[in-house]
């Protein structure tokens, strides 16, 4: 007679094919396919937000690769919020973009980025108020899966960043500006992924993977960032109500241009100029 071993999503037992197991965490049934553990929710249908582990990502060739969110997300940048994703980089030495956009007049600016140094850098600007940029200069090894959380809040007349690597906070800042203020003069430009979108051209390309980005309307707290990095391995996020969430091919069978957004806004992601889908994941 078989039995299902309890086990907790961050502790789960190791996987051999068929394996069956019960997490007591998130009242999912998981099942080891040979590769990866996928979860099945509580009515027997495998989720289309969380599959138990990411399958795949997606690889960006360094020179004119990107991913287009086809939205400039003036609703979600212009309250307290947070982004999360996990990228690998193939090469180093030159800017990279993870996150980013700038409309013509850089009145209105985010973006997330590795630089010459390999250090990631992160900074915001809403109507012309300029927070200064946050630095990861720890050293984190960026050739290797790594976890990236930004976080954007208003404090009374400050905007306050914060940014993490790998579940730590590395660096943070404030300054005047007025979240609410975002694109308020000039129309922001579409968000990019693997790179950084200036008014419609794309600059600093990804040369490495990118992995569950997403976009989340309220602010991360530490404790937050700890249970999402769970110690390498991508957790779920769909009780931190993503306003857009990309799993690079987990959800459309790794297949076809249109990567699904499984957040509450729905805005499916476009890869543009054939990036390409890969097996490598945290």
């Given at each position: 007679m078989s039995t299902i071993t309890p086990t907790t999503s961050s502790t789960r037992p190791t996987g051999v094919q068929g394996r069956i197991a019960f997490e007591t965490d998130t009242k999912n049934i998981i099942v080891y396919d040979g590769a990866n553990w996928r979860g099945y929710a509580a009515?027997?249908?495998?989720?289309?937000?969380?599959?138990?582990?990411?399958?795949?990502?997606?690889?960006?060739?360094?020179?004119?690769?990107?991913?287009?969110?086809?939205?400039?997300?003036?609703?979600?940048?212009?309250?307290?919020?947070?982004?999360?994703?996990?990228?690998?980089?193939?090469?180093?030495?030159?800017?990279?973009g993870l996150i980013g956009a700038e409309n013509s007049s850089y009145s209105d600016r985010f973006a997330c980025f590795v630089n010459t140094s390999n250090r990631v850098k992160f900074y915001y600007t809403s109507n012309n108020q300029a927070i200064s940029s946050l630095e990861d200069s720890s050293g984190t090894t960026l050739t290797s899966w790594f976890h990236v959380v930004g976080t954007v809040e208003q404090?009374?007349?400050?905007?306050?960043?914060?940014?993490?690597?790998?579940?730590?906070?590395?660096?943070?800042?404030?300054?005047?500006?007025?979240?609410?203020?975002?694109?308020?003069?000039?129309?922001?430009?579409?968000?990019?992924?693997?790179?950084?979108?200036?008014?419609?051209?794309?600059?600093?390309?990804?040369n490495g993977y990118i992995d569950e980005a997403a976009l989340i309307p309220s602010v991360l707290s530490s404790s937050d960032v700890t249970s999402i990095y769970n110690s390498g391995i991508p957790a779920?996020?769909?009780?931190?109500?993503?306003?857009?969430?990309?799993?690079?091919?987990?959800?459309?069978?790794?297949?076809?241009?249109?990567?699904?957004?499984?957040?509450?806004?729905?805005?499916?992601?476009?890869?543009?100029?054939?990036?390409?889908?890969s097996s490598d994941v945290a």
């Amino acid at each position: 007679m078989s039995t299902i071993t309890p086990t907790t999503s961050s502790t789960r037992p190791t996987g051999v094919q068929g394996r069956i197991a019960f997490e007591t965490d998130t009242k999912n049934i998981i099942v080891y396919d040979g590769a990866n553990w996928r979860g099945y929710a509580a009515d027997g249908t495998i989720g289309d937000g969380w599959t138990g582990s990411s399958s795949s990502s997606v690889l960006l060739d360094g020179s004119n690769d990107y991913i287009d969110t086809n939205s400039n997300f003036q609703s979600t940048l212009n309250s307290g919020f947070s982004f999360s994703l996990w990228g690998k980089l193939s090469a180093t030495g030159s800017n990279q973009g993870l996150i980013g956009a700038e409309n013509s007049s850089y009145s209105d600016r985010f973006a997330c980025f590795v630089n010459t140094s390999n250090r990631v850098k992160f900074y915001y600007t809403s109507n012309n108020q300029a927070i200064s940029s946050l630095e990861d200069s720890s050293g984190t090894t960026l050739t290797s899966w790594f976890h990236v959380v930004g976080t954007v809040e208003q404090n009374g007349s400050n905007v306050d960043l914060k940014l993490y690597v790998n579940g730590s906070q590395k660096d943070t800042n404030s300054g005047t500006s007025t979240l609410s203020n975002f694109g308020t003069t000039n129309t922001p430009a579409d968000l990019f992924l693997g790179g950084r979108n200036y008014a419609g051209s794309l600059q600093l390309p990804f040369n490495g993977y990118i992995d569950e980005a997403a976009l989340i309307p309220s602010v991360l707290s530490s404790s937050d960032v700890t249970s999402i990095y769970n110690s390498g391995i991508p957790a779920d996020i769909t009780s931190y109500s993503p306003a857009s969430w990309w799993r690079m091919g987990d959800n459309n069978n790794a297949t076809g241009s249109n990567i699904p957004d499984q957040g509450s806004l729905g805005i499916d992601a476009t890869l543009v100029n054939g990036p390409s889908y890969s097996s490598d994941v945290a």
